[in-house]
């Protein structure tokens, strides 16, 4: 069994940043896939960025590339998403997940474990 608990989510004017972070339970962390998802007001669920089980490979949606980065430490059990230049329409509940079978994956329906979330909310 995988917890994840994700942290620092808040409200941040247009423009600012966050960093999300994702903390795991488990000794196997290091060989999980991670990715954040987020899910916005009568939206469905949306994918926004994974990383591999080494960190040595990511993918990002479109909408946040060039403005946000995933990372991870190991060390850690921890996996980070930065958001920077945010826009209004990044507010969302953003989730993150682990993936235990793969090496990197982009569906939701891929990820086994997935955190309750943490609310941005980016204001105008």
């Known amino acids: 069994q995988v917890q994840l608990v994700e942290s620092g989510g808040g409200l941040v004017q247009a423009g600012g940043s966050l960093r999300l972070s994702c903390a795991a339970s488990g000794r196997t962390f290091s060989s999980y896939a991670m990715g954040w998802f987020r899910q916005a007001p009568g939206k469905e669920r949306e994918f926004v960025a994974a990383?591999?089980?080494?960190?040595?490979?990511?993918y990002y949606a479109d909408s946040v590339k060039g403005r946000f980065t995933i990372s991870r430490d190991n060390a850690k059990n921890t996996v980070y998403l930065q958001m920077n230049s945010l826009k209004v329409e990044d507010t969302a509940v953003y989730y993150c997940?682990?993936?235990?079978?793969?090496?990197?994956?982009?569906?939701?329906?891929?990820?086994?474990?997935w955190g309750q979330g943490t609310q941005v909310t980016v204001s105008s």
């Open positions: 990383i591999s089980w080494d960190g040595d490979n990511t």
């Open positions: 997940a682990a993936d235990i079978e793969r090496s990197i994956a982009t569906k939701s329906y891929e990820y086994d474990y």
